[in-house]
């Protein structure tokens, strides 16, 4: 898709620019309330990684915009494999990121309720395999593209990539579905008294599930809008639908659900120190108490003195 006017380029840039700013002050945040002092392992490492994936993903795609809302241009080949490997690029990232939050919520499913040896240790190398394999492929559809000297629009490559996109979308909304689905079983089975205590919890899992899900879907449905109708949509409505909202509202939201979590953490390790602390002094003065009632007294002379 080449053809942005400048008022929704602009608008795009205005959103991915909040996003972007939104993303650094958490960072900062972090940075400022040694984020070592939090949770760490996986947890600390998932979020780094999928903060560094969610930014690079983020600047593409405000470059992208500029490029496909302002560039004069726009009919020339070179600039229709330029937007096309961006956009790629773009795409890419974001599916990185994503596809991380897939299976970190696999692995604590999993770690949490059943505790199998067997499936952990395969989660990592599943993220590997699964993402390398989506680079592969998305780098024979860019030199295939590149191989053919064609608008995108008479090109089988590009039909090829809105199919590959559309898999990997279709991909990522299931899987969502069924672990947000399986989490809210498993908090549902809880006894009243339980349920009381985390409806909080259940009521944000079913959030976050149908959120996550309905945006992966939504774009699923707008790319497939132009091969199966074989007509085109507003570009301002295309836009919004295949690439705002699908992109940004589970990116804001799982920026808001780390900080939140990390806040919860932080404040979770603030008690627990002073605990420590309280505890330690506790101990410090049961010590000194009694070592004062072990201490040998000075023994007074009760003997009596006679004159004589």
């Not at 939090?38 to 560094?52: D, E, K, M, P, Q």
């Not at 030199?143 to 559309?166: C, Q, R, T």
């Not at 996550?212 to 109708?229: E, I, K, Q, W």
Request: glycine fraction near 6%; charge should be negative; aromatic fraction near 14%.
């Amino acid at each position: 898709m080449s053809e942005v006017s400048p008022e929704t380029a602009a608008i795009g840039v205005g959103l991915y620019g909040g996003l972007l700013i939104f993303m650094v002050v958490s960072f900062t945040r972090t940075v400022c309330r040694r984020e070592a002092d939090g949770i760490g392992g996986l947890a600390s490492t998932v979020r780094n990684v999928f903060r560094g994936a969610l930014t690079f993903f983020v600047t593409v795609r405000i470059i992208w915009l500029g490029l496909v809302g302002f560039y004069p241009a726009k009919s020339s080949l070179e600039f229709g494999v330029v937007e096309f490997i961006l956009n790629r690029f773009a795409l890419l990232a974001y599916f990185t990121a994503f596809t991380l939050v897939v299976f970190y919520w696999a692995e604590r499913f999993h770690k949490r309720y059943y505790d199998t040896h067997t499936f952990l240790p395969g989660v990592g190398k599943g993220f590997v395999i699964v993402n390398a394999s989506i680079y592969i492929l998305q780098f024979v559809i860019i030199g295939l593209f590149m191989a053919s000297n064609e608008e995108k629009e008479a090109n089988p490559i590009y039909d090829i990539n809105i199919l590959a996109d559309v898999c990997l979308s279709a991909a990522v909304s299931v899987a969502f579905f069924i672990y947000g689905w399986m989490q809210f079983c498993q908090l549902s089975r809880m006894g009243e008294t339980e349920i009381e205590t985390r409806r909080t919890e259940l009521t944000k899992v079913l959030i976050i599930t149908v959120a996550f899900t309905a945006c992966f879907l939504l774009r699923v449905a707008m790319f497939l809008y132009r091969p199966v109708t074989g007509k085109l949509l507003d570009d301002a409505l295309f836009c919004a639908l295949a690439y705002f909202v699908p992109e940004l509202c589970p990116s804001v939201l799982q920026v808001y659900l780390s900080e939140t979590v990390n806040d919860k953490d932080e404040r979770d390790t603030r008690f627990i120190d002073k605990l420590y602390a309280e505890n330690e002094s506790d101990i410090a003065d049961d010590r000194e108490a009694r070592a004062a009632t072990l201490s040998p007294r000075p023994v007074e002379d009760t003997r009596l003195i006679v004159s004589t």
